[in-house]
């Protein structure tokens, strides 16, 4: 009896450790294949994220744009937003903690395709995020890491 009390005690500290406030996933994360950073930040009662580093900042192949120049936002649905620098760019926004370790209802922008997603992420071990943007229902979707 005493063995199960121990092992539940242990559970339950385990648990506790790794129960993670808004504030756990707050700062800089770096994109899975390290394309660029992303910083998680509050606003308001939510989590919102920006682009803050990209590895490669400026258009490298004229299909994509003027080689040399200031990657922007040329594929956003709204013509007046297509001029904003990819750079410092908000791309998520009103995620909403939902129990631990979990936030929800959030939007996240997708500026290579210029489409925005419902999104939700999920902190699944101390400095490893897994996000996910879908449409509808999260079974119809992707999912990106993130790490410190």
Same mark, same amino acid.
């Given at each position: 009896m005493m063995i199960h009390i121990i092992l539940a005690m %242990?559970?339950? !500290? *385990? !648990? !506790? *450790?790794?129960?993670a406030g808004p504030g756990e996933v707050l700062g800089v994360w770096k994109t899975d294949g390290g394309d660029s950073?992303? &910083?998680?930040? =509050?606003? /308001?009662? $939510?989590i919102c994220g920006k682009i803050v580093w990209l590895k490669v900042p400026k258009y490298i192949d004229r299909k994509d /744009?003027?080689? /040399?120049k200031t990657k922007v936002d040329r594929k956003n649905p709204d +013509? $007046?937003? =297509?001029?904003?620098?990819?750079? %410092?760019l908000q791309v998520m926004r009103g995620l909403t903690a939902k129990g631990d @370790?979990?936030? &929800? @209802?959030g939007i996240c922008y997708d500026p290579e395709a210029g +489409?925005?997603?419902k999104c939700k992420m999920q902190l699944v071990a101390p400095g490893k995020l897994k996000l996910r943007g879908y449409i509808g229902i999260s079974l119809i979707g992707r999912t990106? /890491?993130? $790490? =410190?």
């Open positions: %242990g559970l339950l !500290t *385990a !648990t !506790t *450790a790794f129960s950073h992303l &910083e998680l930040f =509050r606003c /308001g009662d $939510t /744009g003027p080689v /040399g +013509k $007046t937003l =297509r001029s904003r620098p990819i750079l %410092g @370790n979990q936030w &929800e @209802n +489409k925005s997603y990106f /890491g993130l $790490t =410190r």
